[in-house]
C-alpha cells in the first residue's frame, strides 16, 4: 500500500459525459501527478501540481482539467468522453516538486467509456 | 522530445539472472527510474540512477551510463513473483518541467519455472 487513494475505482460510462476522479497523496506530500495509461500508449504523463499550483503539463487534451486543493486532494476532470478515453489513470504523490525521488502511485482508476 | 526505447517481451528462468535494457535519446536530463508493475495494478519503484555506475538494492541492480543513453535493470535469482512489466522512465530537466517523468513502453518479463 503506498498510502496514495483514488477513487472510485472502477467507472463506467457512455462517451459525451463528464467525470471526476479523485486522488488523496500521501500524508506529507505536497506534489501529486495524473498519468493516462492504455494498452497502446503506455503510461503517459498528464499533469503535475505543487502545493495547489500547476508544476508541469504534458499531452493532456483540452478536454481533460485537474486541480489541488488546499487540503492537497486532487481531482480530474474528464469531458465529452470518448471510447479512446478509456484507460488506468493512475495518480501519484512525492514530497517535492523537482525532488528527483520516487512517486509513489495509488491503486488508479479503471475508466471504461462505453 | 523524448524517446524511450526498451524490449516489449523477456522470458527468462527461475533462480536464473535477466538484464532489460533502456536507451534514451531526451531534450534533457536530470535521472532515470526504473519502476515494477503487476498486471493491473500501479507501478512501485524499483530504482533511481542519476550518476553513471551501478547502484544495487538486493536482487535488483540499476545501471547508468548518460554518455551512451543508456540504462540496464539486472535482476538476480529470479522468483516466479518477478513476473510483470518492468517501466524505464526518465526525467526531465530540474526546473524545466517539475518532476515529469517520461516513461518507456514496459518490458514484459515472463518467469518460467
Known amino acids: 500500500d503506498s498510502g496514495v487513494t483514488q477513487t472510485p475505482k472502477h467507472l463506467i460510462t457512455a462517451t459525451g459525459q463528464r467525470v471526476t476522479l479523485r486522488c488523496s497523496p500521501r500524508s506529507g506530500d505536497l506534489s501529486v501527478y495524473w498519468y493516462q495509461q492504455s494498452l497502446d500508449q503506455g503510461l503517459q504523463f498528464l499533469i503535475q501540481y505543487y502545493n495547489g499550483e500547476e508544476r508541469a503539463k504534458g499531452n493532456i487534451l483540452e478536454r481533460f482539467s485537474a486541480q489541488q486543493f488546499p487540503d492537497l486532494h486532487s481531482e480530474l476532470n474528464l469531458s465529452s468522453l470518448e471510447l479512446g478515453d478509456s484507460a488506468l489513470y493512475f495518480c501519484?504523490?512525492?514530497?517535492?516538486?523537482?525532488?528527483?525521488?520516487?512517486?509513489?502511485f495509488g491503486p488508479g482508476t479503471r475508466l471504461t467509456v462505453t | 522530445g523524448q524517446n524511450i526505447d526498451q524490449p516489449t517481451e523477456m522470458t527468462a528462468t527461475e533462480g536464473a539472472i535477466v538484464q532489460i535494457n533502456c536507451t534514451y535519446q531526451t531534450s534533457g536530463f536530470n535521472g532515470l527510474f526504473w519502476y515494477q508493475q503487476h498486471a493491473g495494478e500501479a507501478p512501485t519503484f524499483l530504482s533511481y540512477n542519476v550518476l553513471d555506475g551501478l547502484e544495487e538494492k538486493g536482487r535488483f541492480s540499476s545501471f547508468l551510463s548518460r554518455s551512451k543513453g543508456y540504462s540496464y535493470l539486472l535482476l538476480k535469482e529470479l522468483q516466479m513473483k518477478d513476473s510483470a512489466s518492468y517501466l524505464c522512465a526518465v526525467r526531465d530537466e530540474e526546473g524545466n518541467a517539475g518532476n515529469m517523468l517520461t516513461f518507456g513502453g514496459g518490458t514484459r518479463l515472463m518467469v518460467k519455472p
Open positions: 501519484a504523490s512525492s514530497v517535492g516538486q523537482v525532488d528527483g525521488y520516487e512517486q509513489y
